[in-house]
């Protein structure tokens, strides 16, 4: 088995694991229990779907094991575990420990945070995606500071401009909206 992907804190599936037994020595008329073991260190283990007497140990813990006196029940069983890593980490690694008898094999889990999909092409015209909001109330030389400073980098970009000032002054310059709102209102 080759190494794996996995997103922090989710629970996946651990593909191709199984026992093997053709070719390597280990006769399935002689045998009364096959029993394997898997471990790990920055997770836990479980296996899907458990059925009344199926013989799993150590469900949700780092150390799992699983018995079964049937190679084909044994195998549905290892087609079922899942790991979860257990720390939030973008960009680690974890590895499994599968024994079985004297048999090792160490496998890595690469944990990544999978990448946030693109969802449009934005470009290079940031003026088309982007409109500026800001409100006023009597600040007219602020809001003229602020909308040279926009200008400076962005001088295309909308600007909407909602001001409730008691005497509104005109503001006007390319791509902007001066919107007049209600001047400042007390509840009582």
């Known amino acids: 088995m080759t190494s794996f992907k996995v997103a922090p804190l989710r629970k ?27 471990s790990v260190n920055k997770g836990v283990l479980s ?3 458990l ?3 199926d013989q799993v140990e150590g469900q949700g813990r780092s150390n799992l094991t699983i018995s079964s006196s049937n190679l084909t029940q ?3 069983l290892l ?9 939030y980490h973008i960009k680690t690694k974890d590895l499994v420990y599968f ?31 982007v409109t500026i909001i800001t409100k006023t109330f009597l600040r007219y030389k602020e ?9 400076k980098f962005y001088p295309k970009i909308k600007i909407i401009i909602a001001d409730d000032s008691l005497k509104p002054e005109h503001v006007s310059g390319n791509n902007i909206e001066h919107y007049i709102m209600p001047p400042a209102q007390v509840n009582t």
């Open 143 to 151: 809001l003229n500071v602020l909308i040279q400073s926009i200008r």
């Open 51 to 53: 059925l009344d007497g």
């Open 79 to 87: 087609s079922r575990v899942t790991y979860t890593s257990t720390i």
């Open 47 to 49: 296996v899907e779907d």
């Open 12 to 38: 996946s599936l651990i593909p191709g694991l199984a026992l093997q037994t053709q070719g390597r020595g280990i006769t399935s008329n002689k045998r009364e229990v096959y029993k394997v073991s898997l």
């Open 99 to 129: 024994n079985f008898e004297d048999h090792k094999a160490i496998f890595p889990i690469i944990i990544r945070r999978p990448s946030i999909p693109v969802l449009y092409d934005p470009g290079k015209d940031i003026n088309s995606q």
């Open 74 to 76: 044994l195998n549905d």
